[in-house]
């Protein structure tokens, strides 16, 4: 069972940067593919970034490509999401995940979730 725990949402102004924080329980933390999802309200769930187990390799939702960054921290057993130029319609709960999978499919793929941390951004 890996816990994980989310910290760095807040409330922040368009154009402003937030970091948001993962910190994982499992010592086996490079055996998963991390990734970060977020849900705004009334909205489905959506992947917004994800990282191989190495960190080599980073995955981007189309329309984060050039705002957001991906990162992990084997030593911390943590990852991190560096968000700049946020948006208003970024505004939602952000979901970091743990996956044991292979292939394209992050969704589907990952096996556990934290409990999510809100970011607003305001107009």
């Known amino acids: 069972q890996v816990h994980l725990v989310e910290s760095g949402g807040g409330l922040v102004q368009a154009g402003g940067s937030l970091r948001l924080s993962c910190a994982a329980s499992?010592?086996?933390?490079?055996?998963?593919?991390m990734g970060w999802f977020r849900q705004a309200p009334g909205k489905e769930r959506e992947f917004v970034a994800g990282?191989?187990?190495?960190?080599?390799?980073?995955y981007y939702a189309d329309y984060m490509k050039g705002r957001f960054t991906i990162s992990r921290d084997h030593a911390k057993n943590s990852v991190y999401l560096q968000m700049n130029s946020l948006k208003p319609e970024d505004t939602a709960v952000y979901y970091c995940?743990?996956?044991?999978?292979?292939?394209?499919?992050?969704?589907?793929?990952?096996?556990?979730w934290g409990k999510g941390t809100l970011v607003t951004v305001s107009s």
């Open positions: 990282i191989s187990r190495s960190g080599m390799s980073t």
């Open positions: 499992e010592r086996t933390f490079g055996r998963y593919r």
């Open positions: 995940a743990a996956g044991d999978f292979y292939g394209s499919n992050w969704s589907n793929g990952m096996d556990y």
